[in-house]
């Protein structure tokens, strides 16, 4: 790791610690000039693809899922040239500590950091609360954007395999722990789309057969930052039955909200093996044939 | 905190000589039906620019988004909600006696997206008549360039909420 973690007692009590810091570590490291060079990156990923243009934390740099993180033409994430040339032109190398934040309690900042984690880029962490909790707390923003000196990224060829979940493969994995994070009226077939969005995307509504209904929101507190430790195991262990050895497969409509569960399971819980299957409803609900369960449980 | 427009946006983005260009541009695609002067001066300013700069007019747009007139603040019942932007946005439009149209849009500061499509919106459709907006193609959101720039998935809430400004249009002025 480049730069030290964050050791907040909060986050000691997690799976993986380092993989979170705190608004007060940021800021900390912000005031003695240590963002922006080699070591430390931070990145801004949000929905809204001009939010960070409206203002964001010093030094931050923008990544946008849709434009920089997915394939422009296939359904599929980047290949290895394209994010080696996303990721040097904002001045991150292999080594570098990358901190990325975002907007709707850091969903598209858990998105953006899964797929960091396809491409095996090592040390990448969220800012716990993401950009509102940064904003409520009455800290800087600016319109800066900060001159950026590219650097060489290797081209490293993704491997899906180990966190990435396709159709087939959520086919053959029914019967096993399935987690539906999206929210009831979307599981239970009501709702095609999250409530008070668009209700398009889907031919079907409903939920993979098995799969448990857990919405995302779950795992967060009020402020969007992740709940501590025993609260998620309440959760996850007691009352979903889960296990850390469990083989695990998280969906939702297009894998952003089932990202941040993905995080909540493998880096604050220790989950071994947990695939996000990113094809999920937008994919599922059209797909011609595949089994499908419909109502609240 | 620095402002964005320092870079390309309108201060400097060359739209008040914009217009005489118009006709010119549009012509070139003999499909389409012209845009409105306004909204055709905007697509002129943005088609000059590359993708970068066009977002940041697009965050001028957003920037400049008026509030809401007294008489629709806390009456969420007299606006339109256009659920296909991604983030809430709320819109209503006034016909006058003489066929003028007035449009007016609201979203919080969180969508800048949502709020510059608005403020294209708003400002290109300025004081055209009843037929005027009426006649504007429904493919208008398409000719900004705007889907390099926010991808073309984004560009669905502009389709629908000029959609939903000529629906209620129409059934304003009959």
């Known amino acids: 790791m480049a730069v030290s973690t964050d050791h907040n007692s909060k986050f000691a009590d997690y799976a993986h610690p380092e993989r979170l810091v705190s608004t007060e570590w940021l800021a900390g490291h912000l005031n003695v000039g240590a963002v922006g060079n080699r070591d430390l990156v931070v990145l801004e990923s949000d929905e809204d693809v001009l939010l960070y243009d409206t203002g964001h934390i010093p030094g931050a740099v923008k990544v946008d899922w849709h434009l920089d993180l997915n394939d422009a033409v296939t359904r599929d994430y980047v290949d290895g040239e394209r994010f080696a040339q996303v990721l040097g032109e904002r001045g991150i190398d292999r080594d570098t500590t990358v901190v990325i934040y975002g907007d709707k309690s850091n969903w598209w900042a858990a998105y953006a950091l899964w797929v960091f984690t396809l491409f095996g880029h090592e040390d990448v962490r969220l800012l716990d609360g993401g950009r509102a909790k940064w904003v409520a707390e009455g800290r800087e923003l600016t319109r800066d954007v900060p001159a950026q000196t590219a650097v060489g990224y290797p081209v490293v060829e993704r491997n899906d395999s180990p966190i990435r979940a396709f159709k087939d493969d959520v086919l053959a994995h029914i019967g096993q722990p399935m987690v539906d994070v999206r929210s009831p009226g979307e599981f239970s077939g009501e709702l095609l789309h999250m409530p008070d969005y668009p209700q398009e995307g889907a031919m079907r509504g409903g939920h993979i057969p098995g ?65 996000n299957y990113d094809g999920s409803w937008t994919e599922w609900g059209n797909a011609v044939r595949v089994p499908i369960e419909v109502g609240a449980k | 905190m620095i402002d964005g427009r320092a870079n390309g946006g309108r201060a400097n983005g060359g739209r008040a000589n914009g217009g ?54 806390g009456h969420a019942e007299l606006l339109e909600r256009v659920d296909e932007c991604q983030s809430p946005l709320f819109l209503v439009v006034e016909v006058e006696r003489d066929a003028t149209v007035h449009r007016f849009f609201q979203a919080p500061p969180e969508a800048p997206t949502t709020r510059g499509f608005a403020g294209i919106l708003r400002e290109g459709l300025d004081g055209l008549t009843v037929g005027e907006v009426l006649a504007v193609p429904d493919d208008a959101p398409y000719r900004f360039g705007l889907g390099e720039a926010v991808s073309p998935l984004r560009l669905r809430g502009m389709v629908a909420m000029l959609g939903r400004i000529k629906r209620q249009v129409r059934s304003k002025s009959t």
């Open chain 2, 20 to 73: 005489h260009m118009t006709e010119g541009r549009v012509a070139e695609d003999p499909a389409s039906i012209p845009l409105p002067a306004a909204l055709a001066e905007i697509a002129v300013d943005f088609l000059a620019m590359s993708a970068r700069d066009r977002l940041t007019l697009l965050l001028d747009f957003s920037d400049e988004l008026p509030e809401l007139p007294e008489r629709y603040v």
């Open chain 1, 211 to 275: 799969a448990r209904s857990v919405p995302w929101a779950r795992a967060a507190a009020e402020d969007g930052t992740f709940k501590g430790r025993a609260e998620l195991e309440a959760i996850y262990l007691t009352e979903q039955e889960l296990t850390p050895t469990d083989d695990i497969v998280a969906y939702c409509r297009i894998g952003e909200r089932s990202s941040h569960t993905w995080f909540v399971l493998t880096h604050l819980l220790g989950f071994d093996s947990v695939r």
